[in-house]
């Protein structure tokens, strides 16, 4: 806008410059030059056109912005419809994988459940039944290893006690393949363990570490890996 302003302040000032010399080219004599003076009345227009031709481009730059920001108005509508369905898809897909995740946290957790009532479901009828392999067990112990094994011992009592010995390990086949399982620690000199073993006394004893079980009063069971019922024993303590 500035370049129009002195393109066309030059322009002037030629066409000035034209006129004033015809005068003196018609009549064959040089025309007295006066010297220019500066003059505030020659620049003020000057001024007055860059101001305005500034003020029209502003103008104008000014109504493109409103019409920009009017076309933007004009499009809000649809942005903001946009971004809500983006919410609205962001939300629907978090409530998705949260039920999904509830969904197999639930079937893990039937599935535990439906395992732990398979394998514990006899746990009544094995504590009652454990008292009936005690019974068997005490009648077995009852006889002493020397008259079943001599050669004059009474063949009655060692048929009745070999019967009574497989019928014994017959029965613990049976309640293993179930999940019951009878065990003794004085059998290898296990340390005492309060989860699986109840101490019913103490006693000091040569050759045997502290914490040592050496005596069984009363077997214990486990029913899949759970202590059913806890072995009662005699624990060493020398100290």
């Given at each position: 806008?500035i370049q129009r302003a002195l393109?066309r302040?030059s322009?002037?000032?030629?066409?000035r410059?034209s006129?004033?010399a015809?005068?003196?080219?018609?009549?064959?004599?040089?025309?007295?030059?006066?010297?220019?003076?500066p003059?505030?009345?020659?620049?003020?227009p000057?001024?007055?056109?860059?101001?305005?031709e500034?003020?029209?481009?502003?103008?104008?730059?000014?109504?493109?912005?409103e019409?920009t920001?009017?076309?933007?108005?004009e499009?809000?509508?649809?942005k903001?419809?946009?971004?809500a369905?983006?919410r609205?898809?962001?939300?629907?897909?978090?409530k998705y994988?949260?039920?999904?995740a509830?969904?197999r946290?639930l079937?893990e957790?039937?599935?535990?459940?439906?395992?732990?009532?398979?394998?514990?479901a006899i746990?009544r009828?094995?504590?009652?039944?454990v008292?009936?392999?005690d019974n068997?067990?005490?009648a077995?112990?009852?006889?002493?290893p020397?008259k079943?094994t001599a050669?004059d011992s009474?063949?009655?009592?060692?048929s009745?006690y070999?019967?009574?010995?497989m019928?014994?390990?017959?029965?613990m086949?049976?309640l293993?393949?179930h999940?019951?399982e009878?065990?003794?620690?004085s059998?290898?000199?296990?340390k005492?363990d309060?989860?699986?073993?109840?101490?019913?006394f103490?006693t000091?004893?040569?050759?045997?570490e502290d914490?040592?079980?050496?005596?069984?009063?009363?077997?214990g069971?486990?029913l899949?890996?759970?202590?059913l019922?806890a072995?009662?024993?005699?624990?060493?303590?020398?100290?």
């Amino acid at each position: 806008m500035i370049q129009r302003a002195l393109l066309r302040q030059s322009r002037a000032f030629s066409s000035r410059s034209s006129l004033a010399a015809r005068p003196s080219i018609l009549s064959g004599t040089q025309p007295h030059r006066t010297p220019l003076r500066p003059s505030r009345y020659t620049t003020s227009p000057r001024c007055y056109s860059t101001t305005a031709e500034a003020t029209n481009g502003a103008e104008g730059e000014a109504s493109a912005a409103e019409s920009t920001q009017a076309e933007t108005k004009e499009e809000d509508p649809v942005k903001k419809e946009l971004e809500a369905k983006n919410r609205e898809v962001i939300d629907l897909k978090d409530k998705y994988l949260r039920a999904v995740a509830d969904f197999r946290n639930l079937q893990e957790r039937t599935k535990r459940d439906m395992q732990a009532a398979n394998n514990f479901a006899i746990q009544r009828f094995a504590k009652d039944l454990v008292d009936s392999v005690d019974n068997l067990d005490r009648a077995l112990t009852t006889v002493p290893p020397e008259k079943v094994t001599a050669e004059d011992s009474n063949k009655d009592l060692v048929s009745l006690y070999e019967g009574l010995k497989m019928t014994e390990r017959i029965l613990m086949q049976t309640l293993k393949k179930h999940g019951l399982e009878r065990f003794d620690p004085s059998e290898n000199g296990e340390k005492f363990d309060p989860n699986l073993h109840e101490a019913t006394f103490q006693t000091p004893m040569k050759g045997k570490e502290d914490g040592t079980a050496f005596l069984t009063q009363q077997k214990g069971f486990m029913l899949n890996g759970r202590v059913l019922r806890a072995a009662k024993v005699g624990v060493v303590k020398n100290s």
